[in-house]
């Protein structure tokens, strides 16, 4: 029984060491650390179901004063595209801009 308890320890142990190994290296570089979304609601389009509030993990979306989903924390976007998939009205939109020091291009400069 000793060496069962031992054995198990010893994986317990080797399992944890790979687990940290694992984390350490999955890191991005510093300079790529955060990759930002331009979140885009057409509020014409939209017809108050409030999915995209509820799917949303990082909470960028609020509902505003006449029930309509508005993206208030776009910063908070991880692109994950629940929002963009659930959406019956197809009136979200999400695009990468790149990574957190990059700039958004303006159209037509």
Same mark, same amino acid.
């Given at each position: 029984?000793?060496?069962?308890?031992?054995?198990?320890? &010893? #994986?317990?142990?080797?399992?944890?060491?790979? &687990?940290? @190994?694992?984390?350490?290296?999955?890191?991005?570089?510093?300079?790529?650390?955060?990759?930002?979304?331009?979140?885009?609601?057409?509020?014409?389009?939209?017809?108050?179901?409030?999915?995209?509030?509820?799917?949303?993990?990082?909470?960028?979306?609020?509902? %505003?004063?006449?029930?309509? *989903? @508005?993206? @208030? %924390?776009?910063?908070?976007?991880?692109?994950?595209?629940?929002?963009?998939? #659930?959406?019956?009205?197809?009136?979200?939109?999400?695009?990468?801009?790149?990574?957190?020091?990059?700039?958004?291009?303006?159209?037509? *400069?």
């Amino acid at each position: 029984m000793e060496l069962q308890l031992n054995g198990a320890s &010893l #994986r317990q142990d080797l399992y944890k060491e790979k &687990l940290i @190994q694992f984390k350490m290296e999955e890191q991005p570089p510093l300079n790529q650390q955060k990759k930002t979304y331009k979140v885009t609601v057409r509020s014409e389009w939209c017809k108050k179901c409030g999915i995209c509030i509820a799917f949303c993990p990082k909470a960028v979306f609020k509902a %505003d004063t006449f029930g309509l *989903s @508005q993206a @208030q %924390d776009p910063n908070q976007c991880i692109g994950c595209m629940l929002c963009v998939i #659930r959406c019956p009205d197809f009136c979200i939109k999400v695009e990468p801009l790149g990574s957190g020091a990059e700039q958004p291009k303006e159209a037509g *400069s």
